[in-house]
T-cell receptor, first 112, second 113 residues
Framework: NAGVTQTPKFQVLKTGQSMTLQCAQDMNHEYMSWYRQDPGMGLRLIHYSVGAGITDQGEVPNGYNVSRSTTEDFPLRLLSAAPSQTSVYFC???????????FGPGTRLTVL | AQSVTQLDSQVPVFEEAPVELRCNYSSSVSVYLFWYVQYPNQGLQLLLKYLSGSTLVKGINGFEAEFNKSQTSFHLRKPSVHISDTAEYFCAVSGVGGFKTIFGAGTRLFVKA
């Protein structure tokens, strides 16, 4: 039982490049989320999904796309990277009846 | 809608001293409350949670938190901290029946020898 896995751990992009951050969970959780973490701002919700085929925007969705074709996978796509997207990105899945979240180890992204 | 305010961005404390990290929340519905801890260069992990019942909740590593409905607070406490408690602590709230979780900005706890 690996929990929530994220790849890559580190990534450097140039402005304008696109890429996909991968997230997978093996706990059969329906609800998954993507957050970005910036100093002094806590975690901000980018996008979330309540099940396969269903996604919705969070607090800071601009510049990001998501899809949820399976229960296990929830990739985050950066369409055209900007320096403002330099951040640490966390994927989480929510399980049980009480909304406990399980976090991946994070992806540290730098956009030059 | 819910919101969370962590009242201290940084808390320095000496080893073996007590500590309190403060958290206030607002919500128009019943909530679940959480404290998560993030050690350097790691993801977040659950420290403790309040769902219902007793207002004093005990978590891992000797931490506890008290839910105060009238003051809409959920402060985290530990009677004697260790160097290894140095980390960032996040208070979070989730509406009962919903899935969205709102996080506070975090409190960085520094434990000094």
């Amino acid at each position: 039982n690996a929990g929530v896995t994220q790849t890559p751990k580190f990534q450097v992009l140039k402005t304008g490049q696109s890429m996909t951050l991968q997230c997978a969970q093996d706990m059969n959780h329906e609800y998954m989320s993507w957050y970005r973490q910036d100093p002094g701002m806590g975690l901000r919700l980018i996008h979330y999904s309540v099940g396969a085929g269903i996604t919705d925007q969070g607090e800071v969705p601009n510049g990001y796309n998501v899809s949820r074709s399976t229960t296990e996978d929830f990739p985050l796509r950066l369409l055209s990277a900007a320096p403002s997207q330099t951040s640490v990105y966390f994927c989480a899945s929510t399980g049980g009846s009480y909304n406990e979240q399980f976090f991946g180890p994070g992806t540290r992204l730098t956009v030059l | 809608a819910q919101s969370v305010t962590q009242l201290d961005s940084q808390v320095p404390v000496f080893e073996e001293a007590p500590v309190e990290l403060r958290c206030n929340y607002s919500s128009s519905v019943s909530v679940y409350l959480f404290w998560y801890v993030q050690y350097p260069n790691q993801g977040l992990q659950l420290l403790l949670k309040y769902l219902s019942g007793s207002t004093l909740v005990k978590g891992i590593n000797g931490f506890e938190a008290e839910f105060n409905k009238s003051q809409t607070s959920f402060h985290l406490r530990k009677p004697s901290v260790h160097i290894s408690d140095t980390a960032e602590y996040f208070c979070a709230v989730s509406g009962v029946g919903g899935f969205k979780t709102i996080f506070g900005a975090g409190t960085r706890l520094f434990v000094k020898a």
